[in-house]
């Protein structure tokens, strides 16, 4: 195995949401914090793919934020390729701001409605200088427009011209203008139909062969996961449960959560299903419960998961957050009986 | 017995060039207790159709042509007081978002009570207990307790569960849902599905489910009616329709949706994006992006025949038949 290209350490966000000092002082109230991240360990192997999954609210967005510098750590380690990246603003250090790019939800949201596609796409070519000369870029331009489906006369196009699908190609294209390792794509699909779905999802599986890309993949949809991911890490409240290979947590998903996700996914195989047995919704991220975070929802649930926090250890080839599973108490046919 | 028939409906909106057909030609049933799916892009009509149903179409657009009857009766053409009537006594509706089909300033119980009194000659202590009885119902814990708290002290999916708790509560014969779990997380959504396909059975209300999620639909509805560019191309049970599709683009459309389980090199994909209302072709609209196209498709429009089992809207289906 090769070193990882990105390597993530006890990652942690928090954000204040106290009042102000003064009214503080009135009501008595304390200090409030809510823990977005609150954690996170991870590494990703360069050309593969890492999903986070998770309802929302669980911090798989500000994962994708902090590693971008939209937002910065209140602790923990990020190495890009052997650079730490916590503490540094969004363009710095530019040399290697340059390597990590993202592709965002909202094709609506992400394209200046008022710029040419041409000029959406060469902006991070000229702030990073990859390509001074301006004939050069254009001509760049016009190759990655072809390259992601579209034609070089759509360069002199405005954005409201495009469909979702077609967006979404723009901001791929702007994403790997600079020639990038490693894309953060936070649920890139999430707005399309799904006709249009499977166009931009072989479009990002065919750049990764050809280009051999490093993606971080946010999504909360497990099926897309599926078909694109080598690793995924299912997040709960904050805290990574379960980190595993694709297959493994398909095949053998260890933590209840994972079972849970599992298990309540609308499937187009599994008509009909009774479903009223997955109790609870996800608790309030200020005040999360004790312990293991999803205790409360837990049919494995003991005195120890409701006072301890349950450690991410490794367990077999996966990693997961759970006393059950460390005391051997999940076996899977009573889970799935009790689920 | 029918209870809801909807025959060549086609609503227009007038348009700087011309009006534009938002939907064209769409016919459909509904009986009782039967929890038919509407299925398709957005733009392809659905959340149209079931707007057109319950009367509200907003101006300038309205019904050009066809027919809604409501066990029996026609309702397309009333005035707007007997609608009003008509929505929430006979026809309820659950929309996406419970944040804002609830009014902030009101308690969940004073939502209940004016609508259960709107609707049906009761007392308000008497209709207090049926808001209670209904917040039991769909799944509120303590709900003598949280009938005086308000929306914003409830969670996502609690919330959805009053708003079904509205829009059932003066026992209409139908319900049109419109996207009833798209704002939810799946572990959510699974038990408002589940919650939706109990009050179906128990109280024989109809629902018309209007989503683009297959998977919801293959969870919960006993028919589906796929559209397309205003259009519905296939409607037919659950079953028949997923599993064995006729038309291209269903077929197309089930094998583009990424699934659990073994994992495919490369997704199928239809080529191409659904055409805008204004620039349909003359012919099938799917032509463009169908690859069974044949001569006729340009030309033609395809209409939806077959039996009351499945119908689907295809010129390769008719080829085949004749």
């Known amino acids: 195995m090769s070193t990882p290209l990105l390597n993530v350490t006890g990652l942690k966000k928090s954000f204040d949401l106290s009042q102000p000092f003064l009214n503080r002082l009135f009501s008595g109230d304390e200090r409030k914090f809510v823990h977005a991240v609150d954690g996170v360990d991870f590494s990703i192997e360069r050309g593969t793919t890492l999903s986070l999954v998770g309802e929302s609210g669980c911090g798989k967005s500000t994962v994708a934020k902090l590693l971008m510098g939209l937002t910065h750590p209140s602790d923990g380690n990020m190495r890009f390729d052997g650079n730490e990246l916590a503490g540094m603003s969004a363009g710095d250090p530019p040399d290697v701001r340059r390597r990590m790019q993202m592709i965002f939800q909202d094709p609506f949201a992400s394209l200046n409605p008022r710029w040419r596609v041409a000029r959406i796409i060469a902006e991070p070519m000229k702030s990073f200088g990859t390509h001074p000369d301006p004939s050069e870029r254009r001509k760049e331009v016009d190759r990655l427009l072809e390259f992601v489906g579209l034609s070089a006369a759509d360069g002199e196009k405005f954005p409201h011209e495009f469909s979702g699908g077609q967006r979404q190609r723009i901001s791929i294209a702007r994403a790997i203008s600079t020639k990038p390792e490693f894309l953060v794509c936070d649920e890139p699909t999430s707005a399309l139909d799904v006709s249009v779905q499977a166009q931009i999802l072989n479009l990002m599986r065919e750049l990764q062969r050809e280009l051999g890309l490093t993606y971080l993949f946010i999504t909360h949809d497990l099926a897309v996961v599926n078909y694109i991911s080598d690793y995924i890490g299912v997040m709960y409240l904050g805290r990574l449960v379960e980190l595993a290979p694709a297959e493994q947590i398909f095949a053998a998903p260890q933590h209840p959560y994972t079972r849970l996700l599992l298990e309540t996914v609308p499937d187009i195989t599994m008509a009909h299903r009774d479903m009223e047995r997955p109790a609870g919704e996800v608790p309030n991220p200020i005040t999360p419960p004790m312990g293991c975070h999803f205790n409360p929802r837990c049919p494995l649930a003991t005195d120890r998961c409701r006072t301890e926090k349950p450690e991410f250890l490794p367990y077999g080839s996966s990693r997961v957050r759970c006393h059950a599973v460390q005391e051997g108490r999940a076996d899977q046919a009573v889970l799935r009986e009790d689920l | ?322």
Not at chain 2, 35 to 40: A, E, R, S
Not at chain 2, 93 to 113: H, K, M, R
Request: with cysteine.
């Open chain 2, 1 to 322: 017995m029918t209870l809801l028939t909807v025959e060549n409906l086609t609503v227009a909106f007038p348009g700087r060039r011309g009006t534009v057909n938002a939907i064209e030609d769409v016919t459909l049933s509904v009986s009782p207790g039967e929890i038919l799916g509407m299925v398709g892009e957005s733009g392809a009509g659905k959340s149209m159709t079931g707007a057109a149903i319950i009367g509200l179409i907003e101006p300038p657009g309205g019904i050009t042509q066809g027919e809604i009857r409501l066990e029996g009766d026609r309702i397309d053409n009333l005035r707007p007081e007997a609608m009003r009537r008509i929505r929430g006594r006979k026809i309820g509706a659950i929309f996406q978002d419970p944040l804002t089909s609830l009014n902030p300033v009101l308690t969940v119980g004073e939502q209940l009570i004016e609508t259960i009194q709107t609707h049906l000659k009761l007392s308000k202590a008497d209709a207090r207990e049926r808001a209670i009885d209904w917040l039991r119902r769909v799944g509120i814990p303590a709900p003598e307790a949280r009938i005086d708290t308000y929306p914003h002290q409830y969670s996502g999916g609690m919330r959805q569960r009053v708003v079904i708790a509205l829009a059932l509560c003066a026992e209409p014969r139908l319900v049109i849902a419109d996207e009833p779990t798209t704002a939810l997380d799946v572990s959510v959504q699974a038990q408002i599905i589940a919650l939706l396909r109990r009050l179906a059975r128990e109280t024989g209300v109809a629902v018309i489910l209007v989503t683009h999620d297959m998977g919801v639909i293959a969870e919960t509805a006993d028919r589906v009616a796929v559209m397309y560019a205003g259009r519905i191309v296939e409607v037919g049970s659950v079953a028949e329709v997923l599993t064995a599709p006729k038309h291209p683009y269903t077929s197309g459309l089930m094998a583009s949706i990424p699934r659990i389980g073994p994992r495919p090199d490369v997704l199928a994909q239809i080529e191409g994006a659904m055409p805008r209302p204004n620039a349909r072709p003359e012919g099938c609209a799917f032509a463009p992006r169908c690859p069974h196209k044949m001569d006729i498709c340009l030309q033609q429009r395809p209409k939806l025949e077959g039996s009351e089992e499945k119908s689907v809207a295809c010129h390769l289906i008719e080829e085949v038949s004749v």
